[in-house]
Every structure is written in C-alpha cells, then in structure tokens.
C-alpha cells in the first residue's frame, strides 16, 4: 500500500522567512495530494491540493510542487506569520473504485515573531 | 462550519466504562472514516464505511467498533476504556469520485479517560 514519509517533524522560523516542509511517496498510481492545517485542539483543514497532472499551484502566501519522477512533492510557505504556526499534514491518495488518503506523520511549525 | 457533526464535542469517562461517538457526514457524501489522534500524535486511521459497508480497517482496537446506519451517519463504540485511550477522535467525510476533492474533518470529539 501507500506509505507518506514527511520531514521535518519540527520547524521554527522568523517571522517573514520562508518554510519548506517535503513529503515523498510510495505509489507511483498515487495522483492527488493535499495538504492540511491544524492548529491546536482544531480539525484539519485542507489549504491547498495538487494533481498529478500539475506540477505546481499556488494560492497567495503558499505554494504547493509535485515531483512525480521522484515522487515527492512540497508545501512551500513565504513570509510566513505568526499564525502559520500550527501543525502540517501531507496526504497522497489514489482513486481505485474509492478514495483513501494517507496521511504523512505532520511537521509542527512554529513563527516566531 | 464543516458540514460533519461530530457529537459529542467533550467526554470525561472512567477506566472500564464504554462510550459512544457519533458522527454526521457532509450532505451527498458517502464515505466515513474515524481517526485517533493522540497528545502530539498524528492522525491515526481507525476505519473506513462507505454507503454503510466497512471498507477499509487501519489499527482500530478490538474493543473498538464502529458502524454506518443506513441515513449514513456513523457511530464508534470504544469500550473497557483504558487511559491510553484518551485522545480527539475525528471524523471526515469524502465523495467518491475521480473529481476528489480530498476529506472533510469535523470539529472531533476529546476523550477523557480518568
């Protein structure tokens, strides 16, 4: 089955840097990829996806790319903010008569102001 | 608002006892999954209904068990509750579709075993 390995597990920038957090995957029939927020004590909420048939979108401050001969793919956040903090989750999934997204381990973030 | 329900929002239970979770998925979908999440975990796939048949099974306990009514709604049952128990326990709904447009989270429920 699918396996999602994401790194780093933990991040601390300066407010106004920029972070990466990357994901790889093992599926090579895997063809959608989101991502998720959660800040503490809330659910999960998807901020941004990307298809296998693109390799990169973008949505003001982030920034999502997909590597599908590497199969990898990166949440790209800039200028980040104090509100960034929170913890990220990447997600691969594929469509084989029904849906089932698997999720990476999370990166906690932190901005410090 | 989400458009999953998740009831209650908070529970405080003793060692032992059995509870019941309860989850309403977004309007149309037909796929429920559960989720464990413990004090800085991640999310922990439990299981997966859709259109009321179990279709996926992830580490889910055997004094866990769950179930998709025909309205689709869905409950979990966590029973002889121990501490390591203690966690938020989401729920998300999908479509099924090529169009996927990824899974809905509700607000979750926070165990407290004491």
């Known amino acids: 089955g699918e396996n999602v390995e994401q790194h780093p597990s933990t991040l601390s920038v300066q407010e106004g840097d920029s972070a990466v957090i990357k994901c790889t995957y093992s599926?090579?029939?895997?063809?959608?990829f989101p991502w998720y927020k959660q800040e503490l004590g809330k659910r999960p909420q998807l901020i941004i996806d990307?298809?296998?048939?693109?390799g990169e979108k973008k949505d003001q401050r982030i920034a999502v790319t997909l590597n599908k001969t590497a199969k990898h793919f990166s949440l790209h956040i800039t200028e980040t903010q104090p509100e960034d903090s929170a913890v990220y989750f990447c997600?691969?999934?594929?469509?084989?008569?029904?849906?089932?997204?698997?999720f990476g381990t999370g990166t906690r973030l932190l901005v410090s102001p | 608002d989400s458009g999953v329900t998740q009831t209650p929002k908070h529970l405080i239970t003793a060692t032992g006892q059995r509870v019941t979770l309860r989850c309403s998925p977004r309007?149309?979908?037909?796929?429920v999954y559960w989720y464990q999440q413990s004090l800085d975990q991640g999310l922990q796939f439990l299981i997966q209904?859709?259109?009321?048949?179990?279709?996926a099974k992830g580490n889910i306990l055997e004094r866990f068990s769950a179930q998709q009514f025909p309205d689709l709604h869905s409950e979990l049952n966590l029973s002889s509750l121990e501490l390591g128990d203690s966690a938020l326990y989401f729920c998300?709904?999908?479509?099924?579709?090529?169009?996927?447009?990824?899974?809905?989270f509700g607000s979750g429920t926070r165990l407290t075993v004491v």
């Open positions: 309007s149309g979908d037909l796929s």
């Open positions: 990307i298809r296998s048939n693109v």
């Open positions: 599926d090579s029939a895997s063809n959608y």
């Open positions: 998300a709904s999908s479509g099924e579709s090529r169009e996927y447009y990824g899974y809905t």
């Open positions: 997600a691969a999934s594929m469509f084989e008569g029904f849906q089932k997204l698997v």
């Open positions: 209904y859709y259109n009321g048949e179990e279709r």
